[in-house]
Each structure stands twice: as C-alpha cells, then as structure tokens.
C-alpha cells in the first residue's frame, strides 16, 4: 500500500505556507485595502490591477466539469513545467532521492531533476519506443521517489503500452506522473479516471497543444486531493495570472473548435505521413498519436539545415539515442504542410 505522507520531505510536510491577503479574504465585494494594490487603474489596455484568485476557482469548475474530477483534485500551473518542478521539489530530497525517466522523452523532467540534484535513472525504451518494464522495476532502488511516463510520448509520438503502465501503478510504491500533452490527438482512452484508484498518480495535461493556449502557460495536474494540497502549499501565491484565468475560461467554452482543429490536425498528420513516406530520402515515418511526426532521413543533418535554409524549421533530433537520423516535425496548417512538402521536393531534386 502507497502511505504518499512517508514519500513527502518532511520540511515540506510541516511547512507553514505563505498566507496572501487573498487567502484571508476571498470575497468578491468590498472595499480592498488588503494587498497594496493600485486603487485607481492599471497602465495596461485592462484593468490587471487587483491580485489574480490564488485558487483560480472559477476556472477549476469549469475544467472540473469539462474532466468529471473534482475541483480540489485539479492543481493549475504556469504550464506543466510548474508542476513537474513542484513535484520534484515536494518528494525528492536533493542528493538523496532519484527520478526515474524513459529516454527519448520530453526533456523537462531531466531538467527538473538537475535543478533540483536529484540523481536520474535512465531506462531507455525499446527499439519500438515502448517501456522496458523489466529493466524499469529492476532499476527501482528504495531511494527511488518518482517515475515519469510520457504517453503519448515526445518525440516518438506513440502512446505506451496500457498494461506495462498498469504493472508500474501496481508495483511501485512512490509517485508515477503520466504525461498526457498529447493526449486530445490519441484515440486511446485518459489515464485520468485511475487517480480515483491510484491516489500516487498524477496526470499532467496542457492548455499548450490541443487547445492553443501555449502562449498563455496554462498546465493541469490531476491526482489525489492529498498531492493537490501539498502542489498548492508550495506553488508561488498568483501563480496563475489575471488575463489567463479568464481568457481559459472563454476558451473552455469552445470546446468544438478545439475538437474541430484536433480533427482537422489529424487529417493533416494523415497526409503529410503518407507524403514523406514515398520519398527516397525518408527512411521511416513512426506512427504518431500526437499532433507531430517522428521521421527517420537517410541524411538527417543536411535536411535539416536544407529546411532551415528555406525558413522552415523542424526539431532535429537526430542525436539523440535511439533517434538517430529523426527530425520531430509539427503538423502545421495544410499551407505549411505544402511548403515543407515542396521544399522537401526541392532539396530532393537540387
Ligand atoms: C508540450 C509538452 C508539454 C506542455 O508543457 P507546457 O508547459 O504546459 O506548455 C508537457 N509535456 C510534454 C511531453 C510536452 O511535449
């Protein structure tokens, strides 16, 4: 059985947090002399003068509402960066603890782990991109604190296996955060339902991808109302700002244009694989669950510096293990998409 308050730093477990004047006061009426703010107005074209919601309430319930989970097993960060940093900060004793991470993956909690001098375990996945089960619950030690799952995973694009995910969530007893950016481009099922079973799980999601807020640095983290609790003792007070509450909320709203651009990305990602798979120059075209294409060149390097010659730029990730000779390439617009197609053409034919 998972006991999450023995995996917790104990500093953090007594930790007193930083009471805003709007955690005093949360009404919505009232003359506020609180929290020095500016009475008269703000130099910006909106009113940005009063303190964001410290909770952002009223955005929860309509993500809560959206996702079926209640609102206080929701933490909201500026982006998904925010809570990756948390959670290393909240279970992993520097020098000490170490994360365990599945490379090729998303970077970030690489980082995270460093910034923090929380030692890594690298499993690599297999040559087909999925979880070495076996070598991950063999590489476990007892200092091992958090497991990140990518899925679908960046930059392979493809979603890992339900039940090598499954065997990690019934045999580890630390913290398991499943990575879900991609998760509006998949045709599989959320993990998001099993933070009810798991209360060690955590489900990362982003307004970055799917919903086109990448700029506003809107990221979710659903789990246990316990991991939440602890993710708002150590957030920054505002960490969510005035303009992105509300423009979320708006946003939250269009639900149909988000799955009318999801549709419309995945149609694209269609075209533009069965495109690059006829060409001579392109070794492999990974299957995607993402709004990207993993894809294998015979000459990697130079289609690169080809494309980035001619204004479009590509992710190369070709030197990275196990993605040797692999550029990460976005679904753009389908007038993007033609313009990589026919500068693609060009350097074939030049
Ligand atoms: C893009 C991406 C995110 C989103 O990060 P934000 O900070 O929310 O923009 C998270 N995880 C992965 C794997 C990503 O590729």
Redesign the pocket.
Known sequence: MVDIEKLIRPHIKILNPYSSARDEFSGKEGIFLDANENPLGSTAQKPYNRYPDPYQVSLKKAISKLKEVDANQIFLGN???EAIDLLIRIFCNPRKDNVLVMPPT?EMYEVAAVINENPLIKVHLTKDYQIDLEMVLKSITSSTKIIFI?SPN?PTGNSMDNDKIEKILSQFNGIIVI?E?YIDFSDNASWLPAIQKYPNLVI?Q?F??AWGM?GL?L?MAFSSSRIIELLNKVKSPYNINVATQKLAISGLKRKEQKDYMVQKILAERKILARFLKQLSIVEEVYPSDANFLLVKFKDAQNVYKYLLQNNVIVRNRSNIFLCEGSLRITVGTESENKSLISCLKKYIDR
Do not use: I, P, Y
């Open positions: 982006g998904s960066d998303f990518c960046n990575d950016a990362l982003t970055s991808k990448a640095r990221g």
